[in-house]
């Protein structure tokens, strides 16, 4: 990024955006940070944040997130730390708000369905900037002032003294700051995609998953960009429940619970056959054989 300190490069975001399953899992994937003490600072901490914790290959997680989604039907909703814009710091302060707003919501109004025919969410658009498209679409949908008013006004009594306009739109505070925190954004998700071709994991990738890998790396995949509703209905719960790979997935599944049970049954049918060769002192195994009741 070419913004300076002490504007931090990812404040990009609005109290509370709302991604459709492409742009989330494009943020899982790269889990981007500008401050992680826990982990490994700024920069990614790996699909799901789940880096520094897990010795398993990634795609692996990627692909059991983006099924329990989209067959669920479970909305993203992400909210902001640290900062919102280029003025104003938060820390975690809205991520412990955002609670406090969800609770005092209605099942009908978490819908992101409705939040966005009432007018509570408003899409991103690509904007320009000195010339160039700032792809500020990736961010997805944000809150309103109308979800302000409403929503957050169960909470406090006058939110608009609260979160300014500049606050729900953070290219108002600084164009340039904004432009450079998408790009950062960018160049994060195309660099930890590379990572995935590098170590061949992508084609371990179920097809969404792996058509998203490509975007994020070459921002198209087979001349088709993330806004191209070919792609974009492969997130969809009818694609994934009608697709050849997720059929294959659940006859896998199938196949390995069946062999996971067949060993189960093995050893308990050894050991009750060992149940005559146990020794008096041997009160494990005369224990175990008492209290299951096995004959």
């Known amino acids: 990024p070419t913004s300076k300190p002490p504007q931090p490069a990812l404040c990009v975001h609005s109290p509370l955006h709302y991604y459709e399953l492409p742009e989330l899992f494009m943020e899982f994937a790269s889990s981007m940070t500008g401050k992680s003490p826990s982990t490994t600072g700024a920069g990614s901490e790996g699909a799901l944040t789940k880096a520094p914790f897990n010795a398993l290959n990634q795609i692996h997680d990627l692909n059991n997130a983006l099924v329990s989604y989209a067959i669920t039907g479970s909305y993203g909703f ?11 710091k938060c820390d975690h302060d809205i991520s412990l708000i955002i609670p406090e707003v969800w609770c005092r919501m209605r099942n009908h109004e978490k819908d992101a369905k409705n ?9 991103i658009e690509d904007m320009e900037y000195d010339g160039k498209v700032v792809p500020a679409s990736i961010l997805g949908y944000r809150i309103t002032r109308k979800f302000m008013n409403v929503y957050f006004g169960r909470v406090f009594a006058d939110p608009a003294a609260i979160f300014s306009d500049p606050m729900l739109r953070p290219e108002e505070q600084d164009m340039k700051v904004f432009a450079d925190g998408v790009s950062t954004i960018v160049e994060t998700n195309k660099r930890v ?12 990738a179920c097809p969404p998953m792996k058509a998203l890998l490509h975007i994020m790396r ?21 694609a994934v429940l009608e697709s050849d790979w997720y059929k294959q997935r659940l ?16 050893y308990m049918e050894q ?25």
């Open 78 to 88: 992400i909210s902001s730390a640290g900062a919102i814009g280029a003025n104003f």
């Open 115 to 123: 939040l966005i025919a009432e007018e509570f969410l408003e899409k």
């Open 193 to 204: 995609a590379s990572l995935y071709f590098a170590d061949g994991s992508v084609e371990y």
């Open 218 to 238: 070459d921002g198209h995949y087979q001349g088709m960009k993330i806004s191209d509703p070919k792609i974009r209905q492969m997130f969809t719960k009818e």
């Open 251 to 266: 006859i896998t599944f199938q196949q390995t619970e069946a062999m996971r049970l067949t060993r189960g049954i093995r």
């Open 271 to 295: 050991f009750v056959a060992s149940i005559s060769q146990v020794k008096g002192d041997d009160w494990k195994g005369q224990q175990l054989v008492k209290e299951l009741n096995i004959t």
